[in-house]
Nanobody, 119 residues
Framework: QVQLVESGGGLVQAGGSLRLSCTIPGSIFRTATMAWFRQAPGKQRELVTTITSGGTTTYADSVKGRFTISRDNTKSTVYLQMNSLKPDDTAVYYC?????????????WGQGTQVTVSS
């Protein structure tokens, strides 16, 4: 089982910024599409953003223009830069990946990292 470890969460005021990080083994990372999900209290986990091995990105409408996903293939790490944070962004954030030749993300979930945005 691949271990997913997210970091970088915290408590921030509305309008502030945070950067999340997640690292997975390089043998998987190089060809995988990476993603960030989040789960707010009482809500289902939702897909926030993805980035392919080639750098193509997608974003949920709710974060477009505020969040930026990026990846460093030399460090096998994916980042999520979150700017202009809102209280609605409060959630546990998880990374995951979709292996090459797979149409779905894995069932592996780490502990996540808590992001709390105060108003």
């Amino acid at each position: 089982q691949v271990q997913l470890v997210e970091s970088g969460g915290g408590l921030v005021q509305a309008g502030g910024s945070l950067r999340l990080s997640c690292t997975i083994p390089g043998s998987i990372f190089r060809t995988a599409t990476m993603a960030w999900f989040r789960q707010a209290p009482g809500k289902q986990r939702e897909l926030v953003t993805t980035i392919t091995s080639g750098g193509t990105t997608t974003y949920a409408d709710s974060v477009k223009g505020r969040f930026t996903i990026s990846r460093d293939n030399t460090k096998s790490t994916v980042y999520l830069q979150m700017n202009s944070l809102k209280p609605d962004d409060t959630a546990v954030y998880y990374c995951n990946y979709r292996p090459l030749y797979s149409s779905t993300f894995t069932d592996y979930w780490g502990q996540g990292t808590q992001v709390t945005v105060s108003s």
